[in-house]
């Protein structure tokens, strides 16, 4: 029988679309927006930017992070 990590609920550890809203606040802080118009254009380009190989790098962060969740038997991976 496999037992399984006891996972903490709503983990950003483990939800990949945080990697995503990581990513948009860096680049949007990046662009220094200062009206509604300029913040829409920053998520249009920001769409624009990403990319499959982009995604795949998300996909390897979170293969990582949730060996690191295993390791700690479900704890935060701290990373």
């Given at each position: 029988?496999?037992?399984?990590?006891?996972?903490?609920?709503?983990?950003?550890?483990?939800?990949?679309?945080?990697?995503?809203?990581?990513?948009?606040?860096?680049?949007?802080?990046s662009k220094f927006c200062t009206s509604?118009?300029?913040?829409?254009?920053?998520?249009?380009?920001?769409?624009?930017?990403?990319?499959?190989?982009?995604?795949?790098?998300?996909?390897?962060?979170m293969r990582i992070v949730m060996q690191?969740?295993?390791?700690?038997n479900g704890g935060w991976s701290n990373?």
């Amino acid at each position: 029988m496999v037992r399984c990590p006891k996972i903490p609920p709503h983990s950003p550890d483990l939800n990949p679309i945080e990697l995503i809203w990581a990513d948009i606040k860096r680049y949007m802080r990046s662009k220094f927006c200062t009206s509604i118009a300029d913040i829409q254009q920053c998520v249009v380009d920001y769409h624009t930017s990403l990319s499959a190989e982009k995604c795949s790098s998300y996909i390897d962060h979170m293969r990582i992070v949730m060996q690191a969740v295993i390791e700690k038997n479900g704890g935060w991976s701290n990373m």
